[in-house]
């Protein structure tokens, strides 16, 4: 009986449903025109976006709604009709006004459209089920209206929602240009010399520069995205060089940290893998950064593994596990929306850039999990395997080294302790770690290890007698483990044979094995010393201050081959010499190199070599280079982002005259090029150096106050120019568009975009009119944003020609 009942009532409502479809429908505005040709935009505008959106097409395919234009009075009104259901009601309407903000929802009748025979049928066949469902109409109206109150809530919820991420995305730009201002203004506060002609490397004033940096590093990357100017590549690179530049930067950003860096590569990663090695290095960067800023103490460690669970297609996964507080809920909604905190910081501007490289990439960044114990986002992103030879899949030692080798490692921080195990283990060498307690008692016996990892300023004097006689008898090594945070220099001693800064990766290991123990490596070493190479180390290069691009013309007519696989330093460095008149040649990867080289017809004076690249690395370029005795009087620089002591070293190793860190300082750069190629003249500094133009304040373009935006450098501010007028240089057309089919929403983006970025560059012309123009949103005129567009394109013109002008002039 109740079985008959359930089925009974069941058989109501949807009849009953399909009464009430026959009779009411809804309908959705999307806009009101006063001419056609104007409604005909509308038109357009809607069919191109349904045909973008998949899950409007779909409803659409299967005929749940239909579109129309009415002429009502003297206007036209664009609308969507037939639509019955709910629920397709309100997916319609959330979709439809992202593009279409002004429209609204109405009800109608349809019992006009209903066909005479279809409404005798009805009667005929249903007319004592009819009456069973009008007597039960008062209860399943009600249920309805209750339904449908729940559902138009949360519409209103998630349109909310929708709204304030809209809102926080749309206000992330809106004070970056006064707060680089803020920073860079402090930055000029501090002189650069004391009155003892000592340079200034206050912690304040390093901290400045290394936001200033940072902030313009990831302006530029946005500018990119926004421009659509960001080029996926694919190309067979070794995802160690990536985590050593991604190092290299930390080390810089977070120099003093206390905090505990760790890599933990699985050992079935591959060393060569195809794919795109620079925007990789900069999603890793912005997550490790993230979390090391906001651990307080502990541990952030990144875990890389192989995830095959996507089809054929092979994932690299890496895993940013931090020990920090956690994040709320309310924060987790808006993490990857770029926000202003108004102290002087910047959230979710990195997270941004991060994901959207992500999803270029073909790749997904999440968060798995936060609470109280700390965070973990997930970033999974596409690769394909390499198809060179096996040797370059893995890093494989000469078969004698492997054996029998033991090694003992004694670290504070156990996770540490076992990513650095799991490493020998990839190179099969037996690898124990042990306890603060245990090795600080006399139970341990030292002397069956071959390798001992350590931080020597934790031994006791009788610890360092005890290794240093059991030396005597046997070659044991020790390695000195540090942070690479930590600010202690490393100091030669009696009983260390190198030296390890955590985290660490396989070709690290690789490389200290080759190093302390096969021979081959070792007389390498020495034939690169015997050739007697003149080397200009960190401590005796001295930045020469008030130097501009025009000083290089002291260089006129040297040959400089540049081997550098990032665009943007490709740019800033050819921008700088090229200028003066120097002859410039650029590779893209050491392999590259060589070929020219190779080519008798290049002549070169002096070789600029990043480290870290795809197909060859600064490392292998300069090993083979030094190979050839004919290349023995070419200098060599190596640039790099690095700047461990382990890299220093191993770059002067394999025959390099020189370093300069990255990001590249001009007086840095002018100094070493001058100890090289002017070696002869020491009195270079008096020559007549012609004046630079300067711009300041001409045409709206305040280019001093953009150069100091951006940490005092005018090649990167050139850059951040480039970007803009990809980005921003046609939003005229763009504002005249909108402004035809009321789309303020996207001209209010577009005002709060622009004060941000022409306050930054320094336009202030520009960030006057758009300022005015933000404000008739405040003050609710909008009414008066098409009376702009004139003086926007006008005032747009004038800048673009003032910033061609600028990037022009030499």
């Known amino acids: 009986m109740k079985q008959i009942l359930k089925y009974s009532i069941i058989a109501t409502i949807l009849n009953l449903i399909l009464i009430t479809n026959l009779y009411s429908s809804s309908t ?32 659409k395919d299967n005929e749940m709604f239909r579109v129309s234009v009415e002429p009502i009075y003297s206007s036209f009104l664009l609308k969507v009709d037939s639509i019955s259901n709910p629920k397709v009601l309100a997916g319609i309407f959330l979709e439809l006004k992202t593009i279409f903000p002004n429209a609204f929802i109405i009800q109608n009748s349809n019992s006009q459209n209903i066909k005479p025979q279809k409404i005798e049928y009805i009667k005929k066949n249903n007319e004592q089920l009819l009456w069973f469902a009008i007597f039960g109409l008062a209860l399943v109206g009600i249920f309805a209206l209750y339904s449908s109150s729940i559902q138009i809530r949360n519409i209103l919820i998630r349109h909310k929602l929708m709204q304030d991420k809209q809102n926080k995305i749309e206000g992330f730009l809106t004070n970056i240009g006064e707060n680089i201002y803020s920073l860079s203004k402090k930055n000029i506060g501090y002189k650069s010399e004391n009155e003892d002609g000592i340079i200034d490397k206050s912690p304040t004033k390093v901290m400045i520069e290394k936001k200033l940096f940072d902030t313009t590093r990831v302006m530029i990357h946005f500018l990119r995205i926004k421009s659509k100017r960001i080029k996926i590549i694919e190309e067979q690179f070794n995802l160690s060089n990536v985590l050593n530049g991604v190092l290299g930067l930390l080390s810089h950003r977070f120099e003093g940290s206390n905090i505990e860096l760790i890599f933990d590569v699985d050992n079935n990663v591959p060393k060569s893998i195809n794919g795109d090695p620079l925007h990789l290095s900069e999603v890793l960067t912005e997550l490790l950064q993230n979390a090391i800023t906001y651990t307080t103490q502990g541990e952030v460690k990144l875990v890389v593994s192989i995830e095959t669970s996507f089809g054929n297609q092979d994932r690299l996964k890496f895993e940013i596990i931090d020990t920090g507080g956690g994040i709320s809920n309310s924060e987790l909604e808006m993490l990857f929306i770029p926000s202003y905190t108004g102290d002087g910081e910047y959230k979710g501007l990195g997270l941004f850039v991060a994901k959207e490289l992500t999803h270029l990439m073909g790749g997904e960044l999440n968060i798995l999990k936060s609470n109280e114990t700390g965070t973990t986002f997930v970033c999974t992103i596409p690769f394909i395997r390499s198809s060179t030879k096996e040797d370059k899949l893995t890093y494989i030692l ?34 124990e770690i042990i306890s603060p307690q245990k090795f600080n008692s006399d139970n341990i016996d030292l002397s069956i290890y071959d390798i001992i990892l350590l931080d020597i300023h934790r031994l006791e004097k009788n610890q360092i007698a005890n290794i240093r006689d059991i030396r005597k008898g046997k070659s044991l090594k020790i390695v000195h483990l540090t942070s690479v ?10 009983y260390v044979d190198d030296w390890l800064e955590k985290p660490i990766n396989q070709e690290r290991i690789y490389e200290l094995i080759l190093t302390l123990f096969d021979k081959k490596t070792q007389e390498e070493a020495k034939k690169h010393l015997s050739k007697k190479l003149k080397i200009v180390k960190p401590d005796n290069l001295v930045e020469i201050n008030d130097i501009s691009t025009n000083n290089f013309i002291n260089f006129k007519g040297r040959n400089l081959l540049i081997v550098e696989d990032n665009v943007i330093d490709q740019k800033v460095m050819y921008s700088i010499l090229s200028k003066a008149g120097i002859n410039i040649t650029i590779a893209n990867h050491g392999e590259e190199a060589l070929e020219y080289l190779d080519d008798d017809s290049n002549q070169y004076d002096l070789i600029l070599m990043d480290i870290s690249m795809p197909i060859m690395d600064g490392y292998e370029a300069i090993t083979k280079i030094r190979n050839q005795t004919k290349f023995d009087n070419i200098p060599i620089i190596a640039l790099t982002s690095l700047a461990l002591d382990n890299d220093i070293n191993k770059i002067f190793r394999v025959g390099s005259n020189g370093y300069l860190r990255k990001p590249l300082k001009i007086g840095y750069l002018y100094a070493i090029i001058k100890e090289f190629l002017l070696e002869e003249n ?23 106050k953009g150069i100091s935006h951006s940490n005092g450098s005018e090649e990167l501010y050139r850059e951040v120019l480039d970007e803009f007028l990809s980005a921003y240089g046609d939003s005229a057309n763009s504002l005249k568009v909108w402004v035809q089919e009321n789309r303020y929403e996207h001209i209010k983006r577009l005002c709060l975009d622009m004060k941000g970025l022409t306050g930054t560059i320094g336009a202030y012309k520009m960030f006057e009119l758009v300022d005015t123009m933000h404000k008739q949103f405040l003050y609710n005129n909008v009414h008066l944003i098409p009376k ?7 005032e747009l013109k004038k800048l673009i020609i003032t910033i061609n002008e600028y990037m022009d002039d030499e």
């Open 28 to 59: 959705i505005v999307l806009s009101q025109q006063q001419t056609k040709d104007k409604i005909e935009i509308d038109r357009k505008l809607y069919k191109d976006f349904i045909k973008s959106n998949k899950y409007l097409k779909e409803i």
């Open 398 to 431: 000469p078969k004698d080294l492997s054996i029998q080798k033991k090694v003992l490692i004694y670290d504070h921080n156990e996770n540490s302790a076992e990513a650095i195990k799991k490493m020998f283990l990839y190179f099969k060498i037996e690898a």
């Open 788 to 794: 702009f567009v004139e003086s926007y394109e006008e």
């Open 682 to 704: 020491r009195n270079i500094a008096k020559k007549i150096i012609p004046k630079q133009k300067v711009y300041n304040g001409i045409d709206g373009l305040d280019t001093q």
């Open 485 to 494: 945070f930590s600010t202690k220099r490393v100091i030669s001693h009696d």
